[in-house]
């Protein structure tokens, strides 16, 4: 109402000349007090509000951390935000204290205060989960339900900025309507004086008022989006712990990295362009007017040319919207295979595939590329049609006052030029809005579809009340089906009854269902018919171990309290002590990402460990032996199985027959049918399945001929030292040495540049294309842009007369023809600069997308076991999305801003050069005040950057462990967790925007009191002595006068810029040594003898931490069978990782039929050499493409290598045959058969130097025995060498090699 009332009286001043002083002053003193009331009301009752009706918060630990201990999150420090008073709000000084230290220091996590209650994620998402289930169909979540809940939780943010953006169009049409009256004013000699100050205090209310506003305006925007972000974080990653297998399956990690990476972040933008729907017409609606005060009739084609403009962004908005579509769909793509090839780094460069794949993912780049070339021209024409849309609809409205003779003067003109100028944000947002609209409908549909997905049934399992009945486990005429919609049920008619404190074996071949069966258990396959029927906990041991990044000790608490007694139990129980002992940290040690820096059985026994400390009820392991060693198995099963577990309920697959005999009950599994149920000497006698399995283990036991071999066996099966053992009490003393060396784990704290963004940043990026030979030549299109516009506002005002009274001096066509030239000159100009920023930004984009691409493929596995993907997966997605698409529109902003002001300074000083006096020390404070600011909002910004790659890899993980997290009842901890990251994120994003807006006031401030004094100094010259109609377009020029533009965009660019900054660390990665080495390139038939030499070999997994094998020497006879057993930790794994070059030794050397194996290329090497890994691993895509990824072999061959490993006649009954479908991680296939497609793969290849990585693991004995007879067939003169856990696995070696400890 007050801004209302200032209109109106402006409106009655130039009407009437006797409005008293009082009233102009009560207008200024109720528009301030108004606003504060709006402030007070909307916000400082709204967080009153928000403490009292939320008391009650989602989660009631919120503040614990994950061992139970209260921490003082969100007590510590409260934000300075959250105390601040009405005057310190008004002004951001409350910003103030962190600003001066990010000034003094480098700032750390630590030094940000924490967000008010309000604004935390926990109560954020209490409130959106009830405004999204407020309709009580929480599961069908639609793009429309969503956006209700969104505008819903941030309703008063967008009451607030709404009454902003008024107040701030209102101010910014008082100057546009005022100049005609300021020209006459300047023009007429006999004006009172004392009316041009009351004009010039108008002149600088407004612009302080609309100065004030934005300032709040933006302030509360960024707030909102945060909000908004915050939001669906949680959402998202709280559904990812709910979902089905199916949902999991049809979305991919890929599309949900890009989900939480991508689309949360773009649509927190949506507030920005929540208010352009009515702010366009209101902006369009008080354009016109004034134009109809100055033009009369001309206005309303002003209208038409605005509307002609307008309505041309339809096609251009649908185009943009396909092919934004198409973009983030190849962006998808992309990222599940990148995501996919760097879980699997290890087998790939095992392999030697790595640039294969790297090759397949600058393909689907190339392919991304197409449609971002496409995105970036349509985004050219959009906003060389709005650029140029002031210039347009000038042309046309004065062309038309000629053609129409409507006279033309100064002031009029001038009015108009103004108004046009103002004109340009409506018209030159609507594309923006219409494109980023767009792209967030695209974004919000793919987060409802998300939403929307089915979850986890849990009625599936039926609870029943504790100590009610003695059956721990029921299931009766069980079928059940991964897919229900498929007629093929993964398990059939399933019966079996289990009671409490029974030992239950799971066995049968490949393929059977005996992991399905535990997964049916858990609840997670879905049931076709039947009932399941449970009593009790659970705690379950998957196949494939699920271990957290994180402390050992935490993976082992996992969310429970610390019990000394119990934990040391169960340590000495999983055989964990001495593993631990050796570890330079103990269980304080980091693990990697994915257990990376763990042997296979180390996260076999913490898994194991994990399940134990639980103390369940009923306990599911999933082939827990198959990754330790014999002693190690047979010590956990004592210990474990018969020991701590012996009073409960336990269900174990195996496939080791020696735990058989020890079970209450054997489950015989074949076809997904329980073909038998019994004990063991009941199943031995019924001639079946069972025998066979049994029968293959005997079979395998019989081949120990001699005595020797007994007692080596019987050595080896007790853990007897003998004088043989490797650990002697020189290695011992050596431990002791290494363990003095300074400590540090193997994943550091993600780098993090201090100080300024360097110039040599900047440099790279400008010249990376083309040698940087177009920067010349932008700078050029735009400052001729600017010097063509002012120059064709100089010729209007100057060829025009200025007022009725003069006859115009030249005629109207040559009036208009001038004006018309110089204006297409300009438009031209616009053209020019924007298609080359936009070439440049492209072709920059693709070479630092494969410079970087390339070095991490290149790099040494080390950098993978370090980094955490989601370190590398950031700089793949958001990264490269800013250097794609931000950057060059950034640099394209900052250009404009940057030659406006200067050619805005210039026209002010050309009418009165006194005002450089004033324009330099303003200029000086500015930069002063941005040099203070910059430190701070350049530490905020990277520790955005630092803190948004946790968020994403603890939802892959998390989704990767879902079984798990809910098997032991963990989600509400990992949402905590989840929770508690989120605010991370948005700490150091609240305090830079509201360190942003600290610095805009300060220099709007500045500026405002600036053009202030140059209105006062224009109205104290004498009149006559400078021409009204350019004083005029000074002052035109001066509505327009701040430096915040530059500011924004430079801090803008800078922010933006921290992405190169980030790629082209990853650019400079140290390499692995050379692929191929030219003059050392081994013969076509190296190795022909496969003689292994290894000499004093020493390896260590990073400079510095401890070696793992100390001074090894031995040799391996060419085309023989050679066995590594020893411990798990012993060493086993490295001496294959130092065989194929994936660890460089720290000394010694390895030699392969004379060829000193670290002289010659690592592809000469790998491709030379068979492996088939600990982890059997398939890739998306088909069965050939995982036998056969070079493509080398024929379909024959393929067919005959899927026959030896006995694979074929699961292949044929796929409908594809060998182009059937494998999905992410090769789920669809169990653990067994994914083995057995590792040894097709070793089989197609023949080497004459082969390495078994414990091969057989995860299969049963009967296939063992088979996968042994093959390579016996196959690989007769060929050097294999096994890593065994079982006996039978190396029983007919010619050596063995007994390691421990290094």
Not at 965 to 985: G, H, P, S
Request: hydrophobic share 45%; proline share 3%; aromatic share 10%.
């Amino acid at each position: 109402m007050s801004c209302s009332y200032l209109v109106i009286h402006l409106v009655l001043y130039w009407k009437h000349w006797s409005l008293p002083l009082m009233l102009w002053i009560s207008d200024v003193v109720s528009i301030i007090v108004g606003l504060s009331f709006c402030y007070a009301g909307l916000f400082e009752k709204g967080r009153e509000d928000e403490d009292s009706h939320l008391s009650e918060p989602l989660f009631n630990n919120r503040n614990t951390n994950d061992n139970g201990q209260r921490s003082r999150i969100g007590v510590e420090r409260p934000t300075s935000y959250e105390n601040a008073n009405l005057l310190s709000i008004f002004t951001f000084s409350w910003m103030g204290p962190l600003v001066s230290l990010g000034y003094k220091k480098t700032l750390d996590l630590e030094d940000v205060p924490e967000l008010a209650n309000c604004d935390s994620a926990n109560m954020i998402f209490a409130h959106f989960r009830n405004k999204l289930e407020s309709d009580g169909n929480g599961c069908q979540v639609s793009t429309l339900k969503l956006v209700k809940a969104l505008i819903l939780l941030t309703w008063k943010e967008i009451l607030w900025t709404a009454l902003l953006s008024i107040v701030c169009i209102l101010a910014s049409y008082v100057g546009p309507y005022l100049i005609d009256a300021f020209v006459q004013y300047l023009n007429s000699p006999h004006q009172l004086q004392h009316k041009g100050y009351v004009l010039v205090f108008i002149f600088f209310l407004s612009k302080l008022i609309g100065c004030l506003s934005k300032r709040h305006l933006f302030f509360q925007l960024r707030k909102m989006a945060n909000r908004v972000r915050s939001a669906l974080f949680v959402i998202i990653y709280k559904k990812s712990l709910k979902l089905s297998n199916r949902s999991k399956q049809g979305h991919t990690s890929g599309e949900n990295i890009n989900l939480m990476n991508v689309d949360v972040e773009r649509t927190g933008l949506f507030s920005w362009y929540l208010h352009e729907i009515w702010r366009v017409p209101l902006q369009v609606v008080l354009a016109l007017l004034i134009l109809y005060k100055s033009l009369g009739l001309a206005s309303l084609v002003a209208l038409v040319a605005t509307m002609i403009l307008m309505l041309a962004n339809l096609p251009l908005g649908k185009l943009q919207e396909k092919i934004q579509g198409k973009f983030m769909d190849s962006k998808d793509r992309r990222m599940k295979l990148t995501s996919e090839a760097l879980r699997n780094m290890r087998i790939l460069k095992l392999q030697g595939w790595e640039m294969k794949f790297l090759a397949k993912i600058i393909d689907l780049r190339n392919f991304e590329s197409r449609w971002l070339k496409k995105l970036l021209y349509t985004s050219v024409i959009t906003g060389y049609v709005y650029l140029s849309a002031p210039l347009f609809v000038s042309m046309i409205t004065f062309g038309f006052c000629v053609l129409m003779r409507i006279p033309l003067e100064s002031g009029q003109i001038l009015s108009a030029l103004a108004t046009f100028e103002i004109l340009q944000e409506p018209i030159y947002n609507v594309p923006g809005t219409i494109s980023m609209v767009v792209q967030i409908k695209v974004s919000l549909d793919r987060i409802a579809s998300f939403l929307s997905l089915d979850d986890l049934n849990t009625d599936i399992v039926q609870k029943l009340l504790r100590d009610t009945t003695e059956v721990a486990i029921e299931i009766v005429k069980g079928n059940f089906s991964w897919d229900i919609h498929s007629p093929n049920l993964t398990l059939k008619d399933i019966n079996f009854r289990v009671y409490h404190g029974m030992r239950v074996a799971v066995c049968g071949s490949v393929g059977s269902g005996k992991s399905s069966l535990l997964s049916c258990i858990l609840g997670e396959v879905p049931k076709v018919s039947g009932a399941i029927k449970l009593n009790g906990t659970m705690a379950y041991v998957a196949q494939s171990p699920w271990i957290q990044s994180g402390k050992i000790v935490d993976n082992i608490l996992f969310g429970k309290e610390m019990d000394t007694e119990r934990y040391e139990m169960v340590i000495e129980a999983c055989s964990l002590k001495k593993d631990l002992e050796l570890f330079a940290f103990g269980d304080q040690t980091v693990i990697g990402e994915r257990g990376i820096n763990l042997s296979g059985g180390q996260k076999q026994r913490i898994q194991i460990a994990r399940a134990l400390y639980h103390d369940a009820d009923i306990y599911l392991l999933d082939d827990p032996f198959s990754a330790v060693d014999a002693y190690t198995g047979t010590h956990l099963f004592k210990e474990c199985l018969m020991g701590i577990l012996s009073s409960k309920t336990v269900i174990y697959v195996t496939h080791q027959v020696e735990f058989f005999p020890s079970a209450d009950l054997i489950l015989v599994m074949r076809d997904g049918r329980i073909t038998q149920a019994g004990k063991y000497k009941e199943i031995l006698c019924s001639e079946t399945d069972f025998i066979e399995l049994v029968g293959a283990h005997k079979k395998a036991l019989e081949e120990i001929h001699s005595i020797e071999h007994g007692t080596a066996l019987d050595n080896l099966i007790n853990g007897e030292k003998n004088d043989n053992m490797l650990c002697s009490e020189k290695s011992i003393q050596d431990e002791e040495r290494e363990y003095k060396e300074p400590k540090k784990q193997l994943v550091q704290e993600e780098k993090r540049e201090k100080g300024g963004v360097s110039l040599s940043v900047y440099w790279k990026y400008f010249t990376a294309a083309y040698k940087g030979v177009f920067v010349p030549l932008i700078l050029m299109a735009q400052i001729l842009f600017q010097f063509l516009l002012i120059l064709s506002s100089y010729w209007m005002v100057l060829a025009t007369p200025i007022s009725k009274d003069i006859k115009p001096y030249i005629r109207g066509s040559t009036l208009i023809i001038v004006y018309v030239a110089l204006t297409l000159g300009s438009s031209l100009c616009v053209l020019i600069r924007s298609i080359f920023i936009v070439t440049i930004g492209y072709k920059t984009a693709t070479l630092l997308f494969v410079k970087m691409h390339l070095c991490i493929f290149r790099a040494p596995l080390s950098f993978f076991d370090s980094t955490p993907s989601g370190r590398i997966l950031n700089r793949a997605s958001i990264d490269q999305s800013a250097v794609d698409t931000s950057i060059p529109h950034n640099i394209e902003e900052l250009l404009i801003s940057v030659i406006g002001l200067l050619g805005t300074i210039t026209v002010m000083s050309q009418v009165a050069w006194q005002m450089l006096i004033v324009f330099i020390p303003t200029t000086i404070a500015c930069i002063w005040y941005q040099q203070y600011y910059i430190t701070t909002a350049r530490e905020l910004t990277r520790l955005t950057g630092v803190c948004q790659a946790p968020i994403i890899q603890h939802f892959v993980e998390s989704s990767l462990g879902s079984t798990t997290i809910r098997c032991f009842d963990q989600e509400e901890r990992f949402m905590n967790t989840n929770i508690k990251l989120v605010d991370r994120y948005i700490r150091p994003k609240f305090h830079f925007s509201g360190a942003l807006e600290w610095l805009c006031f300060r220099m709007d401030l500045l500026t405002s009191i600036t053009y202030a004094i140059f209105l006062v100094f224009l109205i104290s010259v004498s009149k006559g002595v400078l021409s009204p109609g350019v004083v005029g377009l000074a002052v035109t020029y001066g509505l327009g006068f701040s430096m915040y533009g530059v500011v924004w965009d430079l801090c803008g660019l800078e922010n933006k810029i921290i992405s190169v900054e980030r790629i082209l660390q990853y650019v400079y990665i140290p390499s692995e040594p050379p692929l191929v080495v030219e003059e050392n390139r081994p013969g076509y038939d190296w190795p022909s003898e496969g003689k292994v030499d290894i000499v004093d070999l020493q390896v260590r997994y990073a400079p510095h931490l401890p070696l793992v094998l100390r001074g090894l020497t031995c040799t391996f006879p060419g085309g023989i069978k050679i066995g590594i057993v020893g411990r798990t930790g012993s060493g086993k794994s490295t001496l294959v990782q130092a065989l194929f070059r994936m660890l460089e030794p720290t000394a010694g050397q390895i030699w392969i039929d004379g060829i000193n194996i670290s002289k010659i290329g690592l592809h000469d090497l790998r491709s030379r050499l068979s492996i088939i890994p600990q982890d059997p691993t398939m890739f998306e895509g088909t069965l050939r493409s995982n036998l056969d990824p070079l493509e080398e072999y024929t379909d024959e061959q393929i067919w005959e290598a899927l026959d030896r490993c006995h694979l074929v006649d699961e292949v044929k009954r796929k409908e594809g045959k060998l182009d059937s479908a494998v999905t992410e991680n090769g789920e669809n296939w169990s653990m067994g058969q994914r083995q057995l497609v590792c040894l097709g793969r070793v089989l197609l290849k023949g080497s004459k130097v082969l390495v078994l990585d414990e091969a057989t693991a995860s299969v049963d004995t009967a296939t063992d025995y088979q996968i042994q007879q093959t390579l016996r067939q196959h690989f007769s003169g060929s050097t294999v060498i096994t890593i065994a856990h079982r006996i039978t696995s190396i029983l007919d070696v010619d050596m063995v090699l007994l390691l421990d400890n290094g």
